[in-house]
């Protein structure tokens, strides 16, 4: 099993930048992927960014180039880079890991994005 705790969120200007980061309760070297998806009022969740244990990434067409996911194995966090925010972005960020056959999720951090 796996707890997650996401931090980071907050509310911040078109533009602007945040990173949210996610803890995890036990080792993430042997996890088989972690990712960040996010959830709009009235929208279903959606995949945002993963990485994968041999380190390979991929990310939303609507967020290439602007945010970037990485992991510190050391530290059993993963990170979610995000610049260039914009209003669109604005969301619940949920971390979740991938112990095959099961998905672990956090609590969420809500990001705010103001025009």
């Known amino acids: 099993q796996v707890q997650l705790v996401e931090s980071g969120g907050g509310l911040v200007q078109a533009g602007g930048s945040l990173r949210l980061s996610c803890a995890a309760s036990r080792t993430i070297f042997s996890i088989n992927a972690m990712g960040w998806y996010r959830q709009a009022p009235g929208k279903q969740r959606e995949l945002v960014a993963a990485?994968?244990?041999?380190?390979?990434?991929n990310y939303a067409d609507s967020v290439k180039g602007r945010f970037t996911i990485s992991r510190d194995n050391a530290k059993n966090t993963v990170y979610l880079q995000m610049n260039g925010l914009k209003p669109e972005d604005t969301a619940v960020y949920y971390c979740n890991a991938k112990v095959y056959p099961y998905n672990y999720w956090g609590q969420g951090t809500q990001v705010t994005v103001s025009s």
């Open positions: 990485i994968r244990s041999g380190g390979t990434t």
